[in-house]
């Protein structure tokens, strides 16, 4: 996998200066480094993971959140068992979205295996934006995605407050 790190300490499991100074300045969070760490250890356990390229890390509610490369997500959807199967590499829930899509296909990719129907972004006088999302069909208690997960994470990663509505 193409981390944020550098492959050699990725190998080694130490930051260089280089890393460490980036980690010091913001440029790399410490959830950035300690994911990285955890990735790299998987090694050749899962072959599409050496195809993805992770831009940031977060940690929320001890689930993991990976924000990749653009790209990323279709091939993981041409693997339908490699979300899984990371989530029983690292023994955590393991959320995946793309860091640079635009913030409706970043939200769809969270509530996979949901589609949003519409969406309408709201900007409030302070600067701050809210996005309601209406997905199709009738709230059904199987609904398979933690929705409160999803507003947090939408939130830590682009401070946007997402309200969710089923179609029915
Ligand atoms: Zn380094």
Do not use: Y
Not at 72 to 77: E, H
């Amino acid at each position: 996998m193409r981390l944020p790190i550098c492959g050699f300490d990725a190998k080694v499991g130490v930051l260089c200066p280089k890393c460490e100074a980036k980690l010091r300045e913001g440029e790399l969070s410490r959830s950035d480094v300690d994911i990285s760490f955890m990735l790299a250890k998987l090694g050749g356990r899962l072959p599409l993971l050496e195809k993805l390229t992770l831009k940031r890390a977060l940690e929320i509610d001890g689930d993991i959140v990976l924000l990749l490369g653009q790209g990323d997500m279709s091939a993981i959807r041409g693997n339908s068992s490699f979300p899984r199967e990371l989530e029983g590499a690292l023994s955590r829930r393991v959320w995946l979205s793309e860091a640079e899509s635009d913030d409706r296909r970043f939200t769809e990719s969270l509530v996979f295996p949901a589609k949003i129907m519409t969406m309408n972004t709201v900007w409030l006088p302070d600067g701050s934006k809210i996005m309601k999302v209406i997905i199709p069909g009738k709230r059904s208690p199987r609904f398979p995605v933690d929705l409160d997960k999803v507003k947090r994470i939408v939130k830590e990663t682009r401070n946007i407050d997402l309200v969710v509505r089923f179609e029915k």
